[in-house]
């Protein structure tokens, strides 16, 4: 008999509170020293803080600095110009800050905290790093997380676009799952239940949520407990197929073409309720929440524009053609652009 391992993270500490204790959840791993990189700005915000919790615990900062780039090139610079004695890697900040820590502390074996400052994706949990490549943003292997703390007042005071990319994120793994059964059903690949019941668990106690505001603490631990689930399933399943379908395939195809994509979490989000529909599978469900949290909303304010999402559904195919989601398919594809011109839910955010 045989059994799989799969890399859970060691520290899970979400809610009110919890920067303030990041000195004694390292230090209660038996680690002493320590490497911070903060996202742009949040030093003045939170360094004062954290140096204080970490010098209480006994951890010593070998470095802290603010990180911006996201190239390739400067991260494994930065990674191999980090000090011998270093025994952890803390990003502190937006998915930017994330994911080059996370990628720093692959290249040089050691674990990784991930302190997120807002809930826009999962991308906090997940073994993988979206990072600039050739001038173009790409995900790159890394590792999941040794810990993640996430501090539910420091998420909330985030601008609330953050969140509603979060949601968009979330909500996605509605039609990545149906993308993969479907593929599976096709004889395409394989599927892993586990991961399956890890993915589904996630999205359907994050849409079942009671909630008055998405500012409450429960919505946000429920977000965030949800995405930190996400990133468990893609471990288990060895790739983001639980997490990342047709939805994201369409999200990267925008990120290609525009000048100036919208968050990745707002570009699949709509991209979720547009393959939703052309699964025919849970799209009450999808319009529902977008509508209660106020993510259709939000994105009305934007300047959308109904011929790129066109484009990028004829694109989708290209970005993984080693899939074969719904839109690997042509008819699929014609379906998903004559739901783009006569949906009236798209219709009111489209120009």
């Avoid at 790739?239 to 290609?256: F, M, N, Q, R, V």
Wanted: hydrophobic letters at 40%; proline letters at 3%.
């Amino acid at each position: 008999m045989s059994s799989s391992h799969i890399a859970i993270p060691s520290i899970l500490k979400v809610g009110k509170g919890a920067l303030k204790s990041i000195g004694s959840h390292i230090r209660s791993g038996g680690l002493e020293k320590a490497v911070i990189y903060f996202g742009n700005g949040l030093i003045d915000m939170f360094g004062g803080e954290v140096m204080e919790s970490l010098k209480d615990a006994g951890v010593t900062v070998l470095e802290y600095r603010e990180l911006d780039s996201i190239k390739i090139e400067d991260i494994v610079e930065l990674a191999f110009s980090i000090d011998n004695k270093a025994q952890v890697i803390v990003g502190l900040g937006g998915g930017k800050v994330i994911d080059a820590a996370k990628y720093a502390a692959y290249l040089r074996k050691l674990p990784f905290l991930s302190v997120p400052t807002s809930a826009s994706s999962d991308g906090f949990s997940s073994a993988s790093a979206s990072l600039t490549v050739g001038g173009r943003r790409t995900s790159v292997p890394a590792r999941m997380a040794y810990g993640i703390i996430a501090d539910t007042d420091v998420i909330k005071s985030a601008p609330e676009k953050f969140l509603y990319s979060g949601i968009g994120d979330m909500v996605s793994k509605i039609t990545a799952l149906y993308d993969w059964a479907f593929e599976a059903a096709g004889g395409y690949t394989g599927i892993n239940d586990f991961a399956v019941m890890i993915a589904k668990k996630a999205v359907n106690s994050f849409v079942r949520t009671p909630f008055q505001d998405i500012h409450e603490d429960l919505f946000l631990r429920e977000l965030l407990d949800s995405l930190a689930m996400s990133g468990i399933a893609n471990e288990i399943a060895g790739s983001s197929a639980p997490t990342s379908g047709s939805e994201h395939l369409i999200s990267h195809a925008l990120d290609k073409m525009l000048e100036q994509p919208q968050l990745h979490g707002i570009q699949v989000g709509i991209a979720t309720y547009l393959m939703s529909k052309v699964q025919e599978h849970r799209f009450q469900r999808v319009d529902t929440i977008f509508t209660e949290t106020g993510f259709w909303d939000y994105v009305r304010t934007l300047d959308l524009h109904r011929e790129d999402y066109e484009r990028a559904v004829d694109m989708a195919p290209s970005i993984k053609p080693f899939r074969h989601t719904y839109l690997h398919e042509e008819k699929y594809r014609e379906a998903a652009k004559q739901i783009l011109r006569e949906d009236a839910v798209l219709q009111s955010i489209f120009r």
